[in-house]
């Protein structure tokens, strides 16, 4: 089964809009992290945005929040007043406790496209 | 923030030779880093996790033999690709970690693009 999901495989977006890109995931692990990334053409692997399994408040940075509803297993990003630059591919991860090894497994991502 | 740093970022070579990339943690120690392979418009996938002095843990489905990982010091791991064929050209990426906690103190490096002729 797929640990992390992502539905969404491309979206346009207005810019100056807000988006909202979708991610659910499965673990019976209690301790696990939650991620975003933004991979740019180039290929880096951007930090955006980390939740932990037990953060009773949702993660927020700058334009990015993640809404995190740990009973239905999801945690979605927020990118509010997007802007052409972020135009990229946008990867879900989730990381469970040592005893999956610590590893962060990634979802099959989102490739947003701003349009001006 | 740390940085992670990846040699070389593209490199072409013929089928049948090695390939070596390297992936350095530049400020800071990393006893853990990961490799992963990604193919065009694909995930990542995790190939094999790499820890400092002791052999690398390779995912279901990866060759051992194939990809050699070392990660002989704190700051160093590398993978080399041996004899490398056309179906292995991919983008490579490492990351590092900093410290044990499951918390976000894990870094990318920019990435290797390998094409094989």
């Known amino acids: 089964a797929q640990k992390i999901t992502q539905t969404q495989p491309g979206m346009f977006v207005q810019e100056k809009e807000a988006v909202t890109l979708d991610c659910t995931y499965d673990?019976?692990?209690?301790?696990?992290?939650l991620f975003w990334y933004k991979q740019p053409s180039s290929g880096e692997m951007i930090f955006l945005i980390y939740q932990g399994s037990y953060d009773q408040q949702n993660a927020t940075e700058g334009r990015y929040s993640l809404n995190f509803q740990k009973a239905r297993k999801s945690a979605n990003l927020v990118i509010s007043a997007s802007q052409l630059g972020d135009s990229a591919m946008y990867f879900c991860a989730m990381r469970e406790g040592p005893a999956a090894g610590n590893k962060l497994t990634f979802g099959g991502g989102t490739r947003v496209l701003v349009k001006p | 923030g740390a940085v992670v740093s990846q040699h070389p970022s593209w490199v072409i070579c013929k089928s049948g030779t090695s390939v070596k990339i390297e992936c350095r943690s530049l400020?800071?120690?990393?006893?853990?880093m990961f490799w992963y392979r990604q193919f065009p418009k694909q995930s990542l996938m995790l190939m094999a996790t790499?820890?400092?002095?002791?052999?690398?843990?390779?995912e279901q489905g990866v060759e051992k033999d194939k990809f050699l990982i070392n990660h002989a010091s704190l700051t160093l791991s590398t993978l080399t690709v041996t004899s490398a064929h056309p179906e292995d050209s991919s983008f490579y990426i490492c990351?590092?970690?900093?410290?044990?906690?499951?918390?976000?103190?894990?870094?990318f490096g920019e990435g290797s693009r390998l094409t094989v002729l």
């Open positions: 673990t019976s692990d209690p301790s696990y992290g």
């Open positions: 400020d800071f120690q990393a006893t853990t």
């Open positions: 790499s820890n400092e002095g002791s052999k690398a843990t390779y």
């Open positions: 990351s590092a970690r900093a410290g044990l906690a499951i918390t976000g103190e894990l870094f």
